[in-house]
């Protein structure tokens, strides 16, 4: 929808209500509903603000010590939410309703907040643009599905809740008729909204499914991955469902978000990693490739942001223990899949967790430390270690994905790459989320300590 379709829309009363939403730290749509007369009239012109504290805060939305951007100190102050008007478009989940995305902005420099989580990505992407290439990304994003509303589930302390499948139904289509009227509300919403939807299957834990969208330009991937994440869950809800995306839920298979990244040339559209070298690589592709393999333990922190996220890697889990690639082997950390022009690469370390804009652009920023041009200078490409083609679980000697918050947290704060790619800014504001994250667990008195210890100890 652009803004005349909107004018339109809104004199017809079919548009009365327009959402303006930043994405925060965690990933969420944070923003202000406006009368949709009224944002036609004055936010088009002037944009809208907000307090800054939205990205400085924990996911409780709680005020926290250590962020530069926001604090008790400086007042916690607003900042501008600038829509992009690209994004606009309609929720059909919610009656008479639009959305724009905004990017955040400082209001004493009019320049973008770097550490905003769009920003960063917009970042990467424009240093691929500079190299003359488009960015693509795909994310594949699993929830589990729980029979009863999100209020029981909190009130139940989110014990004995019932999946809505009882047993496995990865790709079972029996499985999935059983709550396709959710999965089809789902779908068919958000190709109202201009998601481009593929398909839908179950996964292996019960109760879990996947609904697969088309790759596009990163930014857009990204957009498109909240406003599903938001969508679904309010759609759910409508429908008497607890819907997770948590990256660790249970005991059984977490859920993952796996990432497909590749560059095409912008003049003609030509494939930039695919060539007609090993595996179908070019040589290029094979260096971007060894850029994502050197960097991804350091940028991991992007990819698994919570205590939550690490209680995936498991052997044996479909979520990677080991730094490998391997041709079309979901053992690995990173997956090559693929011919010809489709060909990407698969990050399998996210969980449904990520923040999408975060997660690509840390896997944009490794695959362009190997690329010459990007870092100011000739020189050779990277060499790219051999693939794994068995069981990458049960290999020795490699290195192996982080195993904590903490570990990826001090490999953040080291790292050289991050500091030259993000900025020391970018690098201390997202060590202190890490650090917020690391003492709220360790505050927490949790179930399992109580059922061990109250009585026996």
């Known amino acids: 929808m652009d803004i005349e379709a909107l004018r339109v829309a809104v004199g017809q009363q079919e548009i009365d209500t327009v959402v303006v939403a930043m994405t925060d730290m965690q990933g969420r749509l944070q923003g202000k509903r406006f009368h949709a007369q009224f944002f036609l009239d004055e936010v088009t012109k002037h944009g809208t603000e907000a307090c800054a504290y939205l990205l400085a805060v924990d996911t409780e939305m709680n005020t926290v010590d250590g962020y530069d951007l926001a604090s008790w100190d ?130 292996c834990n019960p109760g879990q499914h996947e609904i697969a969208f088309r790759y596009a330009e990163a930014l857009t991937t990204a957009d498109h991955h909240v406003i599903y ?60 490739l060894a850029g994502l393999l050197a960097g991804l333990r350091e940028l991991t922190l992007l990819l698994a942001p919570t205590i939550n996220s690490y209680k995936r890697y498991a052997s044996g889990s479909f979520a990677p223990t080991t730094v490998a690639w391997g041709p079309d082997n979901r053992t690995c950390a990173l997956r090559l899949v693929g011919h010809g022009p489709s060909l990407r690469v698969e990050c399998r370390v996210p969980g449904g967790d990520v923040n999408p804009y975060l997660a690509v652009a840390g896997l944009v920023a490794a695959a362009l430390s190997r690329v010459p041009e990007a870092q100011g ?66 505050s927490a008195v949790t179930d399992w300590e109580l059922r061990r210890y109250f009585e026996r100890i």
């Open 74 to 203: 400086n007042g916690y102050g607003d900042f501008a939410l600038e829509p992009d008007m690209a994004t606009l478009r309609v929720l059909p989940w919610q009656p008479g309703t639009a959305l724009v995305l905004a990017d955040v902005m400082a209001l004493d420099s009019g320049g973008p907040v770097r550490v905003s989580p769009r920003q960063v990505l917009r970042a990467q992407t424009d240093r691929a643009a500079a190299l003359g290439w488009t960015a693509l990304a795909g994310t594949e994003l699993e929830f589990l599905v729980f029979e009863g509303s999100y209020e029981q589930a909190w009130d139940q302390g989110y014990r004995g809740m019932v999946p809505a499948n009882r047993y496995n139904a990865d790709y079972s289509v029996l499985g999935t008729g059983r709550i396709e009227p959710l999965l089809r509300d789902i779908r068919n919403s958000m190709a109202g909204a201009g998601l481009t939807v593929e398909s839908a299957k179950g996964e």
């Open 377 to 442: 200078a000739a020189g050779q490409l990277a060499e790219l270690p051999p693939p794994v083609t068995g069981n990458a679980y049960a290999l020795t000697g490699l290195p192996r994905v982080p195993g904590t918050l903490e570990e990826a947290l001090a490999l953040w704060e080291s790292s050289a790459l991050a500091a030259e790619a993000f900025g020391a800014d970018v690098v201390r504001h997202y060590a202190t989320m890490a650090r917020v994250e690391l003492e709220a667990y360790r």
């Open 229 to 288: 994440k938001t969508g679904a869950k309010e759609i759910a809800a409508s429908r008497g469902y607890a819907l997770t995306f948590m990256a660790k839920p249970n005991a059984a298979e977490g859920n993952s978000c796996h990432i497909h990244l590749s560059f095409r040339d912008a003049a003609d559209g030509s494939p930039v990693m695919a060539g007609d070298g090993p595996y179908g690589l070019s040589p290029l592709g094979a260096s971007m």
